[in-house]
């Protein structure tokens, strides 16, 4: 969840919660299409365990917030396979069936459909667990239902159609969620301040400073190309970084000499987050130099150092994707239908077409 928990309290939870939840909801959807006569061997049964658990291993400090901060140029997801090659050499080989389905290479469609896909348990997990620990009631799924309605046709995973409404309500929660949580004015500001602040850190060091920070932080606040691929000494460093390195850093980085580094570390430790406008269209270059020139101003600012304190950019929320593969219907007769055709043409309207949204980012308290 980044830093929502700024803004939503009770948002404390973990990855690792995330990730056991993963681990309960693919047990019982195992069972299930067990149950339905669907084959799944033991190995397969352990590649499913393995993936889900791993899957997001490859999340960095403050997830999303930072992904291209610590290891530039890198995917979670690539970290995450990573990750997993490594345990695979680790174990003599017994991640292999783990890793040919979190690739979605494994010849059966539906193990890897299980771990990643437009209902998958990944989503089914976190909407449910970030919903309550938020308090967001609109974003409340019944994944024990979406479950129960799985079955396989033709190596495929499908919903029994009795089960479409919820489904509609799975996508629908996902959209409601972005707006609400994921992508909430307040908690997106929040993350682009800590983006900031690396950034900023990283400059100073490339420039020489020596700052303070633990072991993994400081190597890769020296790190300076982006990567297609990091080594294990990379990965070493990278798994011995959490949230708590990057805060302790913060509160030191607040009383550094340069201004730069220690007001926006300040105003992230004292809560005085950036603002966020936002707008259907991008914001012109005069409204950017505006806001550059007020902020130079008040907080003293020279007016090339503006870009780390006023940021532009868009967000966008795609509930689903036209592109990636369909949720698929089957009905009493065990005939296959995508999602979208036939379904309510104003939902699919609501649910296929991304919502962009351009933002202007910039601090609204005196330093």
Known sequence: MGLSSLVFPGAHHTRFHHALGCLYLMQKAVRLLRF??????KAEEQGLYIAILLHDIGHGPFSHALEASIVQGMH???????????????FDGKLAEAILIFKKQHPKKFLCELVSSQLDIDRMDYLKRDSFYTGIAEGNINSERIISMLNVIDNELVIEEKGIYSVEKFLMARR??????YLHKAG?????????????????????????GNKALIYFLKSQQDR??????????????DDIDILAATKEWQNHPDAVLSKLSKALIDRKLFKMKLSDSPFSEAKLLETRNKVAEKWAIDDALTHYFVVTGQ???????????????????????????PFDKLIVNSLTEPVDKYYLCFPKKQP
Do not use: C
């Open 36 to 41: 339905k006569q669907v084959e799944i061997s």
């Open 76 to 90: 979670h997801e690539t970290l995450s396979l990573q990750f997993m090659e490594t345990l695979n050499a680790d």
């Open 176 to 181: 409601f969620m972005y707006w609400q949580a």
């Open 188 to 212: 997106v500001g929040a993350e682009i301040l800590l983006t900031q602040i690396l950034k900023r850190a990283k400059d100073l060091t490339h420039l020489g400073e020596v700052l303070p």
């Open 228 to 241: 297609q691929r990091i080594s294990t000494a990379d990965l070493r460093h990278f798994a011995a970084l």
């Open 315 to 341: 967000l966008t929320n795609l509930t689903y994707d036209n592109r990636e593969a369909h949720i698929r219907l089957v009905d009493k007769k065990g005939a296959v239908r995508l999602l979208t055709n």
